[in-house]
């Protein structure tokens, strides 16, 4: 695919398999196709890699921050449990937003929480709404014992942030649905591995292997949920999807 921006006469002009089309260049499809490559190639650039929140390194994107942060406040869970745990940014985050409202805590886990992020976590002002868990996500003594953290009668939400290829995370999303709680979501990140396999940074093989097919994988066999963009809470302007890492990343549990 081709684009040329033409900012004299205002038009996006768009040269595929299908043919040549030209776009208002300040309408919502070009806005929706320029959106994509610079998605595409701001993951190349490592641009998620130049934020903090609250000390922490965060290695996500802006815009799927304040987006989970609304689904956050609308949901109002109770318990938090997130795969993947780095540097420790996300659970930051998480926590600080349960802190605002007022109720929640946060539950990470990483297969190796290395001491020097450990460290900095355990002496955050926030580590007391935090509880890290080391060792594999898909574990069942580590299942279960994730599990055991969560109450009963509590309102829980799902992050899978780990491993990414298909099968992990069809695997994480077999271990920790039922915890779910009807009308929450469990999220699996970065389908943008889909439109990333062509950049100098991707790998071909995840033209495939990414957790949006594990998603959809998993749907197939679990009709209780549904993969859906939630709803934005506000919304003045003319668009309707996100600016995204996380494609098809929501499943709502019905």
């Known amino acids: 695919m081709k684009l040329t921006i033409d900012t004299d006469n205002k038009k996006l002009t768009i040269l595929d398999e299908s043919g040549?089309?030209?776009?208002?260049?300040?309408?919502?499809?070009?806005?929706?196709?320029?959106?994509?490559?610079?998605?595409?190639?701001?993951?190349?650039?490592?641009?998620?890699?130049?934020?903090?929140?609250?000390?922490?390194?965060?290695?996500?994107?802006?815009?799927?921050?304040?987006?989970?942060?609304e689904v956050i406040y609308s949901v109002q869970p109770d318990v938090i449990v997130e795969t993947g745990v780095a540097h420790g940014g996300s659970l930051i985050f998480y926590a600080s937003i349960f802190k605002a409202m007022g109720k929640g805590r946060v539950i990470g886990i990483d297969?190796?929480?290395?001491?020097h992020n450990r460290k900095e976590i355990e002496a955050h002002s926030l580590t007391s709404l935090i509880t890290l868990v080391e060792g594999s996500s898909i574990d069942p003594v580590i299942?279960?014992?994730?599990?055991?953290?969560?109450?009963?009668?509590?309102?829980?939400?799902?992050?899978?942030?780990?491993?990414?290829?298909?099968?992990?995370?069809?695997?994480?999303l077999i271990a920790y649905h039922d915890?779910?709680?009807?009308?929450?979501?469990?999220?699996?990140?970065?389908?943008?591995?889909?439109?990333?396999?062509?950049?100098?940074?991707?790998?071909?093989?995840?033209?495939?292997?990414?957790?949006?097919?594990?998603?959809?994988?998993?749907v197939k066999d679990h009709p209780e949920f549904l993969i859906e963009q939630p709803a934005w809470a506000?919304?003045?302007?003319?668009?309707?999807?996100?600016?995204?890492?996380?494609?098809?990343?929501?499943?709502?549990r019905l």
């Open 20 to 69: 040549t089309h030209e776009l208002d260049l300040y309408s919502k499809e070009a806005f929706e196709q320029l959106s994509r490559q610079w998605v595409k190639v701001g993951w190349n650039e490592k641009y998620s890699y130049t934020f903090t929140w609250f000390g922490r390194p965060v290695i996500q994107l802006p815009e799927d921050l304040i987006r989970i942060q």
């Open 111 to 115: 297969i190796d929480i290395r001491a």
């Open 179 to 218: 915890i779910v709680t009807p009308g929450s979501y469990i999220v699996a990140t970065d389908g943008v591995m889909a439109d990333t396999f062509d950049v100098p940074r991707g790998t071909p093989t995840w033209d495939e292997d990414h957790p949006a097919n594990a998603a959809k994988d998993f």
């Open 143 to 172: 299942v279960s014992q994730v599990k055991a953290h969560i109450k009963p009668g509590e309102k829980v939400l799902v992050l899978l942030d780990s491993d990414h290829s298909r099968r992990h995370v069809l695997n994480e």
């Open 234 to 252: 506000f919304n003045e302007s003319a668009l309707s999807e996100n600016i995204t890492y996380w494609p098809s990343a929501y499943l709502r």
